[in-house]
Each structure stands twice: as C-alpha cells, then as structure tokens.
Nanobody, 131 residues
Framework: QVQLVESGGGSVQAGGSLRISCVGSGYSYSYDSYCMGWFRQAPGKEREGVSV????????YYADSAKGRFTISRDNAKSTLYLQMNGLKPEDTAMYYC??????????????????????WGQGTQVTVSS
C-alpha cells in the first residue's frame, strides 16, 4: 500500500518562501519507478496541478501559475519529493497534495497530471499566504 506523507506547510507573508516535502513508502516497485506530482486545492475551487516530475527528474512541467516561482525536485535515495515555493502570493493559499503514478511515456503522465488522475495521493499540507 503506497503511502505519501506531505510536510512543511505553514503560514507565510506574501513574497516569502516555503519548501514542502512528500515522503513515500510502501511502493510495489522502487520509488524511481514512479512519476510524482504536486497539486493544490483552495477553498471553493477545484483541485489543480501545480507541477510534475519524471522518475529520473530529467523532465518537469509546471502550471503557468507556478512557472518562474516554484521548483519541483526529488531525491530518489530518500523517496522524497520537494516543492520549493518562492515569491508566494495570497492566491497560492491552498491545501497542497503530492501524488504518485507508475511511470509511463511523459506525454501520458502530463495528461494524467493535468486531469488529476494519478493513482496514489497524500493527505495534504496547508499553505497559507497572507498579504
């Protein structure tokens, strides 16, 4: 049973930075067999993809709202996914979730990420940005 546990959320003022993490366990295959994604959901809004990374880290993709401010990365030796968030804005306030999907062609992964249909999900970590 895959378990994903997010951490590192909190409250920050606009313009500040946070790094959130996601540790995975219980994979049927090795951690580096999975692509990983970050998603977020603000109150009253639908969940949206923030960023996604391939199993090796060589491919990444960002939502327009995250480009230039957020950086996704992973440490396969630690089974850990990261999202470095800089220049935070009040509109970044949301519950942030990590998710995992067994690797497949990158175009398929980005489609699954865009539609939020990854298989394994964490419980989320709250990020609140005040103005």
């Amino acid at each position: 049973q895959v378990q994903l546990v997010e951490s590192g959320g909190g409250s920050v003022q606009a313009g500040g930075s946070l790094r959130i993490s996601c540790v995975g366990s219980g994979y049927s295959y090795s951690y580096d067999s999975y692509c990983m994604g970050w998603f977020r959901q603000a109150p009253g809004k639908e969940r949206e993809g923030v960023s996604v990374i391939s199993w090796s880290g060589s491919n990444t993709y960002y939502a327009d709202s995250a480009k230039g401010r957020f950086t996704i990365s992973r440490d396969n030796a630690k089974s850990t996914l990261y999202l470095q968030m800089n220049g935070l804005k009040p509109e970044d306030t949301a519950m942030y979730y990590c998710a995992a999907e067994q690797t497949r062609p990158w175009t398929a992964i980005t489609k699954m990420w865009a539609s939020g249909t990854f298989t394994y999900w964490g419980q989320g970590t709250q990020v609140t940005v005040s103005s």
